[in-house]
């Protein structure tokens, strides 16, 4: 083979050059990555047991999801994790089977489980390792929590509708809450009780389906849209109501104020309190492409909209 290339340099240069115009041609669909991706093998329960102990909750809800498990072919290992007012547990499966057919065995099995304690909640189970992480971007500006909030959700919205991001998770805030706090003069005034107002903030701040109406050609969906968003829409809402037309409304009952469950972790950047949103992709994507479609939305300065 050498001596035939040494005495036809014409081919051998011929061959490099076909050589080379492939690779040119090829490499944009070359999958560029900076850790290899991993195939999904392992499925996550979660159980939230409000006011448990981990004790509690170890005998509780990790036994029960444990015995469920035994029937599921195909697992490698699993472990689960008794926590305060929670139970977290991994199913690991054996490299070779069809994943989805082991996540729909795994939730078939936790679904069939009907002797949690009665103050447990619904599980959850979702399958991990379908998106790889590719960013994550701290967010700081407004201090109010309220308006920082805002702000991120605003970035999260823009990198979905000109980003062309799939999926951007908020970080560094607990759950939004309404605060309502009664004012005991206006209760005695108005002859209403705190139990008058729990029953009216639960009748009448709904968000479910009701039902459906089939007709010949389509099928029209029925749903309760009445959720109270914002503290002002909450204020509205009427408590008592008179056969002359008069009406007692939870704002003149209550300060209403929007905020958080908990406080949150003390962190700085700059000594300013910042919010990070993380964006991962779907595995078949790659994380370059990713990455440069999402770098104009948060790069400082960026002149509007991002072209498409």
């Not at 054996?94 to 729909?104: I, L, P, S, Y």
């Not at 009952?253 to 905020?259: K, M, P, R, S, V």
């Not at 779907?282 to 960026?302: D, E, G, Q």
Request: charged share 25%.
């Amino acid at each position: 083979m050498i001596r035939f290339f040494a005495a036809h340099p014409t081919i051998a240069n011929l061959l490099m050059i076909l050589f080379l115009a492939a690779g040119v041609l090829v490499s944009p669909s070359l999958l560029r990555e900076t850790f290899p991706h991993a195939e999904p093998s392992e499925v996550e329960i979660n159980v939230p047991y409000p006011g448990a102990r981990p004790e509690d909750v170890e005998t509780a809800i990790c036994e029960r999801i444990e015995t469920a498990l035994d029937a599921v072919t195909g697992i490698e290992r699993h472990a689960c994790d008794a926590r305060e007012n929670a139970a977290r547990a991994v199913v690991r499966m054996r490299e070779g089977d069809d994943f989805q057919a082991f996540v729909a065995e795994v939730k078939s099995e936790i679904d069939a489980i009907t002797d949690f304690p009665e103050r447990a909640e619904a599980a959850t189970t979702r399958p991990l390792g379908l998106t790889d992480f590719v960013a994550s971007v701290a967010i700081t500006g407004p201090t109010s929590r309220r308006d920082l909030h805002a702000y991120a959700d605003q970035i999260r919205t823009d990198m979905r509708r000109w980003g062309g991001i799939d999926r951007v998770d908020i970080r560094g805030f607990s759950t939004r809450e309404f605060q309502i706090d009664l004012r005991a003069a206006d209760l005695r005034k108005f002859g209403v009780s705190v139990a008058d107002v729990a029953r009216a903030v639960q009748a009448a701040s709904l968000e479910l389906p009701t039902g459906s109406i089939e007709a010949a050609t389509e099928t029209l969906l029925i749903r309760v849209d009445e959720e109270r968003r914002t503290p002002d829409t909450l204020a509205a809402l009427i408590v008592r109501s008179t056969a002359q037309g008069g009406v007692v409304r939870l704002g003149d009952l209550a300060d209403i104020t929007a905020g958080f469950a908990a406080d949150d972790d003390v962190i700085t950047f700059d000594g300013k309190p910042p919010r990070f949103w993380t964006s991962p992709k779907p595995a078949p994507k790659t994380a370059c492409a990713h990455s440069t479609r999402s770098r104009p939305i948060w790069r400082p300065n960026a002149p509007g909209p991002p072209p498409a």
